[in-house]
């Protein structure tokens, strides 16, 4: 009788199908880690970009720094300044994708 190989062999398929799963099971929570560090840059952009526009908002037209809540793109920013004797400290707290504290500051010279 005539050998005729055709095909794999279910142990190849299943050598095939593990490495597969292997390989996907490592790559998936790193895409995911990656998805939610990208979702964090974007919000550290626009809270310095809020923060920027809000700097220099008081000082070209002498505006009072107050404290104010702003929302973004869903989320909710917090501006507060803060006086010292030299320098008045900005600063914009939000939370991020992974439900941590996030803050950005400037120093501004009075």
Same mark, same amino acid.
């Given at each position: 009788?005539?050998? !005729?190989? *055709?095909?794999?062999?279910?142990? &190849?398929?299943? #050598?095939?199908?593990? $490495?597969?799963? +292997?390989?996907?099971?490592?790559? +998936?929570?790193?895409? +995911?880690? +990656?998805? $939610?560090?990208?979702?964090?840059?974007?919000?550290? $952009?626009?809270? @310095? *970009?809020?923060?920027?526009?809000?700097?220099?908002? #008081?000082?070209?037209?002498?505006? &009072?720094?107050?404290?104010?809540?702003?929302?973004?793109?869903? $989320?909710? @920013?917090?501006?507060?300044?803060?006086?010292?004797? #030299?320098?008045?400290?900005?600063?914009?707290?939000?939370?991020?994708?992974?439900?941590? &504290?996030? *803050?950005? !500051?400037?120093?501004?010279?009075?």
């Amino acid at each position: 009788m005539k050998n !005729c190989s *055709k095909g794999f062999s279910f142990s &190849e398929t299943l #050598a095939a199908f593990s $490495i597969w799963t +292997i390989i996907t099971s490592l790559l +998936i929570p790193q895409v +995911i880690m +990656i998805t $939610i560090e990208r979702v964090n840059t974007k919000q550290s $952009i626009t809270a @310095y *970009k809020l923060l920027h526009e809000k700097v220099q908002h #008081a000082a070209f037209h002498k505006a &009072e720094m107050h404290d104010e809540v702003l929302t973004k793109d869903n $989320i909710v @920013y917090k501006l507060k300044w803060e006086e010292e004797e #030299a320098y008045s400290k900005p600063c914009v707290f939000w939370e991020s994708a992974n439900n941590k &504290e996030k *803050k950005a !500051c400037l120093l501004l010279s009075k």
